[in-house]
């Protein structure tokens, strides 16, 4: 069964800091993984997404990778500022139950930039 | 840019009550899931949708949850008699059907709380 840990499960850094968040899981054999943002009470919004193929993928001053082998993804944020407080969720879509699978996700890290 | 919609954005309710909740998935999406987020919790896999037949479901997704795709637009997921620990944040999220993409997008959530 697929497990998908992120820790820590919060952080805080000043304005302007260059952070990397971290996401394990157990089983290596994923079609991708997402990166999403979820502000406090609102929905999901979809940030990145890495096929298997793949070994990383950028957009903006968000750059996520993947490394298959050791289960990892990191997602880095570059210069951070205060709007990117919220919480990131990292999932993955595990080929074991064929195409129409299902993401399964990680508690999140609560990240609080401060100003 | 398209996105996926649901109704209503909070949904209060007594126990041993009926609820349904509506999402409008992105238009020409062929798959369509239901997740569900407790509070301070992960984010959930109910029920996965396609070709107008349940495709996986979890161990949550008991005799008392129904889905439906009653025309070409809306789906559905009814809650035939809720419980307390049915309160939760519920997405809907939909994907579209080409093999080399699995990115899902997701809606608002509805907050269903049960009293």
């Known amino acids: 069964k697929q497990e998908v840990t992120q820790i820590p499960a919060a952080l805080s850094v000043p304005e302007g800091e260059n952070l990397v968040l971290n996401c394990s899981f157990t089983d290596s054999a994923i079609y991708n993984l997402q990166w999403f943002r979820q502000d406090p009470g609102k929905g999901l919004t979809s940030l990145l997404l890495i096929q298997s193929s793949q070994r990383e993928q950028t957009s903006g001053r968000l750059n996520a990778s993947l490394d298959k082998s050791s289960g990892r993804s990191t997602l880095y944020i570059a210069a951070s500022q205060p709007g990117d407080s919220a919480t990131y969720l990292c999932a993955v879509i595990s080929p074991l139950t064929g195409a129409n699978s299902k993401l399964t996700f990680g508690k999140g890290i609560t990240l609080s930039v401060r100003p | 840019e398209p996105e996926v919609t649901q109704t209503p954005s909070h949904q209060v309710t007594q126990m041993g009550q009926e609820v349904i909740l509506r999402c409008v998935p992105i238009?020409?999406?062929?798959?369509f899931y239901w997740y569900r987020q407790i509070l301070g919790q992960k984010v959930e896999f109910l029920v996965s949708?396609?070709?107008?037949?349940?495709?996986?479901k979890s161990e949550i997704f008991d005799d008392q949850f129904s889905v439906e795709r009653p025309d070409g637009s809306n789906f559905t997921l009814k809650i035939r008699s809720t419980k307390l620990e049915d309160s939760a944040m519920y997405f809907c999220?939909?994907?579209?059907?080409?093999?080399?993409?699995?990115?899902?997008?997701f809606g608002p959530g509805t907050r269903l709380t049960v009293t």
């Open positions: 949708f396609y070709n107008n037949e349940i495709s996986e």
């Open positions: 238009s020409n999406h062929l798959y």
């Open positions: 999220a939909s994907r579209a059907g080409r093999i080399t993409s699995y990115e899902q997008y």
